[in-house]
């Protein structure tokens, strides 16, 4: 990143994935950012306040993030998020896993050369 990288917003999923996985009631998604160079402007923007304010609508009660700056990561802890869980929830899927999509639409301001870094990795449109 230089002086003159402008910053630009884009959607998570532009310069990161996600994995996610659920237990119970409790739901965790990893945020892995595609290049090195979009880890900090994320961590900055990407707070476990801001993680519980997404998905609030759902009855969340606590989201704890844990960084692995070693690993340029973000795992998401997220408590009371799968109304009670596969096993207890009225919805069709009680599982979690499409709700890391809905972490992925949030929008960051990132770089605009980590935008482009991350091209190599991200699907071209069809």
């Not at 973000?74 to 896993?97: M, P, T, W």
Request: no cysteine; glycine share 8%.
């Amino acid at each position: 990143m230089t002086d003159n990288d402008p910053i630009i917003r884009v959607p998570l999923h532009e310069v990161a994935h996600g994995r996610a996985g659920d237990k119970g009631n409790r739901l965790n998604i990893s945020i892995i950012p595609y290049k090195n160079g979009a880890f900090a402007p994320i961590a900055d923007q990407l707070t476990a306040e801001r993680v519980h304010d997404v998905f609030r609508y759902r009855g969340t009660t606590k989201v704890q993030r844990y960084d692995l700056p070693q690993l340029h990561i973000f795992n998401f802890v997220i408590d009371n998020v799968l109304e009670g869980g596969v096993n207890s929830s009225l919805n069709l899927d009680g599982h979690g896993k499409t709700l890391s999509f809905r972490l992925l639409a949030e929008e960051v301001d990132v770089p605009e050369s980590a935008l482009h870094s991350a091209s190599p990795y991200r699907r071209s449109p069809e």
